[in-house]
């Protein structure tokens, strides 16, 4: 069964703008990770944050993790129209053949 | 050097038909994987192989058999084929379970 929702389905911002997507998930995990997915491409791994940490940055990517909510949130800051694609979260395990469990996905519209 | 390639990058063919698909990553991970992203986005696991070894066989039809020759590759063949095959199939791998994975750049399978 789906792990993750992802809230909202779709976001349309401008250029400049800050970006904020969450994710609730229903079990225990080891750690969660975000993907981008650029039309008709394949998913580029942009952030890991595991159980034991609340926050993690990457450029203008912040991503934070609460494990008492099952849920994480990832800010993308000043957005860009490079920015334009759709944001996964995925649940990951270390002990269950490493399969990542997926939310449904953010569509994010960067606007010039 | 692509990390992930995964072969070919669109598929056509007709019900009933035998069709392969074939992935190969060179990045020396250890675990590599079967996504199907169907047409609402939604990413599902598929198989999960670690060193030639399958780890997950996520309740997929026996129509579909993956095959690891070796620990860079991973194919995916499928018998008879149906109408409800069509999708996306991606390929990823990951140096260890749970551990960020690196997609292929899929491969759309279109049955008619």
């Known amino acids: 069964s789906q792990q993750g929702e992802e809230d909202p389905q779709a976001l349309s911002i401008q250029e400049g703008e800050n970006a904020t997507m969450n994710c609730s998930y229903k079990t225990s995990i080891n750690n969660l990770q975000w993907y981008r997915q650029n039309s008709g491409r394949g998913l580029v791994h942009l952030i890991l944050i595991r159980s034991n940490e609340r926050e993690k940055h990457s450029g203008r990517l912040r991503v934070t993790l609460d494990t008492s909510k099952k849920s994480s949130s990832l800010l993308i800051t000043a957005s860009r129209a490079a920015d334009t694609a759709s944001y996964f979260c995925?649940?990951?395990?270390?002990?269950?053949?490493?399969?990542?469990?997926f939310g449904q996905g953010t569509e994010l519209s960067v606007k010039p | 050097d692509t990390a992930v390639s995964q072969t070919p990058k669109y598929l056509v063919t007709q019900m009933g038909n035998d069709k392969s698909i074939k992935c190969e990553q060179n990045l020396g991970h250890d675990t590599m994987y079967w996504y199907k992203q169907d047409s609402k986005k939604f990413l599902k696991i598929m198989f999960s192989?670690?060193?030639?070894?399958?780890?997950i066989n996520e309740t997929v039809p026996n129509r579909f058999s993956p095959k690891s020759p070796d620990k860079a590759h991973l194919n995916l063949h499928i018998n008879s084929l149906e109408l409800g095959d069509s999708a996306v199939y991606f390929c990823?791998?990951?140096?260890?379970?749970?551990?960020?994975?690196?997609f292929g750049q899929g491969t759309r399978l279109t049955v008619v």
């Open positions: 995925a649940t990951g395990f270390y002990n269950q053949g490493g399969k990542l469990i």
């Open positions: 192989y670690n060193n030639k070894e399958l780890i």
């Open positions: 990823a791998s990951s140096y260890t379970e749970g551990a960020e994975a690196f």
